[in-house]
C-alpha cells in the first residue's frame, strides 16, 4: 500500500515533489530513474513512477504530459557496491527538459544539486514562501 502523498515519508524525511514535463518518455525516464537513485527511501515506496516505454510522447494527443515524483530529499543512496554509476547516470537526455521542484529550500537545493551531477541545468523561475520553495529548472545534456 501507498504512504499516502499528503503525509511526510516514513523515515521523518523531507518530501520533495517533482514535476517533469515537455519532453518525451525516454528523456522523463532518464530524469527521474537519475532522482530514483539518488533518493531510493520514497522510490521503494512506488513514489517514483518511471515511464513506460511506450508512452506517448508529447503532442500525441491534445493534452501535455507531466510525470511526477515525490522523493525524500533526506536520504541519498549509498555509491554502487560495484562503483559502476546507476544506469540512469550512464544515460543522457536527448533535449531539453523541464523539471519543477517543490518542498523546503535545503531540501529543493539537495534535488537541484542531484540533477546538476548528471545534466546542465539552468534556473528557469523560483518562488519561495515561508517555508516552501517552488523552483523551475530547464535541463540540457551535460
Known amino acids: 500500500m501507498n504512504p499516502d502523498p499528503l503525509q511526510a515519508p516514513a523515515t521523518g524525511g523531507h518530501p520533495v515533489t517533482v514535476l517533469v514535463s515537455n519532453c518525451g518518455p525516454h528523456d522523463a525516464r532518464t530524469v527521474l530513474g537519475r532522482l530514483a ?3 531510493p527511501e520514497r522510490a521503494a515506496a512506488d513514489q517514483v513512477a518511471v515511464p513506460a516505454e511506450d508512452s506517448p510522447a508529447p503532442g500525441a494527443s491534445e493534452r501535455p504530459t507531466v510525470w511526477t515524483a515525490d522523493l525524500d530529499a533526506g536520504a541519498s543512496a549509498e555509491p554502487p557496491a560495484s562503483g559502476a554509476p546507476p544506469q540512469a547516470a ?12 517543490q518542498g523546503a529550500p535545503q531540501d529543493v537545493a539537495t534535488v537541484r544539486a542531484a540533477l546538476a551531477d548528471a545534466f546542465s541545468v539552468r534556473d528557469s523561475r523560483a518562488a519561495a514562501g515561508d517555508q516552501e520553495q517552488d523552483v523551475e529548472l530547464r535541463l540540457g545534456p551535460h
Not at 90 to 101: L, M, N, P, Q, R
Open 37 to 39: 537513485s539518488v533518493f
Open 90 to 101: 550512464k544515460e543522457g537526455i536527448e533535449g531539453t527538459v523541464d523539471v519543477s521542484v
